[in-house]
């Protein structure tokens, strides 16, 4: 959106149709000669050489610069629109399984067999930040627990969903069977407990308001450590209003899981008996509200978080308001090309004009 400031803008356009008229009568008229000859019929031959022939570069280069000028007193200006402006997001505790079993390797991403976390941090970043498939949730207040033996805060809820992934590419399995057991219920309660932290937080209401809180709930195995039981973590849950949906991640039956041999100490595949505890998960679901998925592959798992996307939906108000770049003195995006200031084109006109006329242009006398 091109506007242009001054309250007189279109009497100062309207010196351009002059310009015509004084290129013409100060750069384009025929002058008088500086030095008379009787004859110049033995010159009429003489073919001209490359700086005759640019001469009529240097009253163009300062009539260019005179129409810079010209345009810069109406103070042109670029207005960006912006329309979208959030008013109620969603609380999202993302709750990722980090135990042993998640180094099964029966997911594939881009065609490459993967363990099944990594397969997991592939889609939970087109869910946080969007793809082809996915918006992303740029209005939410997103927060990531890692759970394996003991559940473990990696990102408070925030905003700054950039900093959440970060946190999320940092999570491993568990390499140790001390850590690699599954406390589903402590990391519901953790959940529960940074979700509460909202309604401490005076300032971060006022900041951002919460619609709702929900938790996603994604483990492959059954709980078999922790101090609170899942369904208590759940009724909990319930009581704070806060809905869980939970994803049954792993192929039915047996998946391959890497080991190292003992003996040759190259890595090598194993079968191992998926065992997802369906009843529990699909009862802390309904206790909750919310809703129970199984997800065998990667593109079962993208869809489960793209139904989730399309359930909890962020409210938002549309308001309009401009911000500006002035063109006479800012630099400004226009699609892909970059344009410097006005001023300094009229500038840098001038001197070109300038340079030319005293070095390969100069005139004598």
């Not at 065992?275 to 065998?296: N, Q, S």
Request: aromatic share 6%; glycine share 6%.
């Amino acid at each position: 959106m091109l506007e242009y400031f001054h309250p007189n803008a279109r009497w100062a356009l309207l010196l351009l149709a002059l310009l015509p008229v004084i290129g013409w009568r100060v750069y384009l008229r025929r002058k008088a000669s500086a030095v008379r000859f009787s004859s110049v019929a033995p010159l009429r031959g003489v073919r001209p050489g490359w700086r005759v022939r640019l001469r009529w570069l240097l009253p163009l280069l300062r009539t260019l610069a005179l129409a810079v000028l010209i345009v810069v007193i109406a103070r042109p200006r670029k207005g960006n629109e912006q329309t979208k402006l959030p008013t109620e997001g969603i609380a999202i505790g993302l709750l990722v399984d980090r135990s042993g079993s998640m180094q099964a390797m029966d997911f594939t991403v881009d065609g490459k067999q993967v363990d099944r976390l990594t397969a997991v941090r592939n889609v939970v970043r087109s869910f946080v930040l969007g793809d082809d498939r996915l918006k992303g949730r740029p209005d939410d207040l997103i927060g990531l627990i890692a759970f394996g033996t003991y559940a473990d805060s990696k990102c408070p809820l925030t905003l700054d969903h950039s900093y959440l992934i970060e946190a999320l590419d940092r999570t491993e399995i568990a390499r140790t069977e001390e850590e690699g057991q599954t406390a589903i219920g402590d990391a519901l309660a953790l959940a529960v407990e940074q979700i509460r932290s909202l309604d401490r937080s005076r300032r971060l209401q006022q900041a951002r308001p919460v619609r709702s809180r929900i938790l996603i709930l994604l483990t492959d195995g059954q709980s078999n450590a922790g101090a609170i039981e899942p369904l208590k973590a759940a009724e909990i849950a319930r009581a704070f209003n806060i809905k869980v949906y939970t994803i049954g991640a792993g192929t039915r039956g047996m998946a391959p899981v890497p080991l190292q041999d003992a003996f040759t100490g190259k890595t090598v595949y194993r079968p191992m008996q998926v065992d997802i505890d369906e009843d529990t998960l699909r009862e802390i679901a309904g206790v909750t509200g919310g809703k129970y998925y199984r997800a065998t592959d990667t593109d079962s798992l993208r869809s489960v978080y793209a139904e989730i996307d399309q359930l909890e939906k962020t409210q938002t108000t549309e308001r309009r308001f401009l911000q500006y770049r002035e063109l006479a003195t800012e630099w400004t995006h226009w699609g892909r090309l970059t344009l410097p200031p006005l001023l300094l084109l009229a500038f840098a006109l001038l001197a070109a004009e300038l340079i030319l006329s005293q070095t390969g242009l100069r005139r004598l006398p």
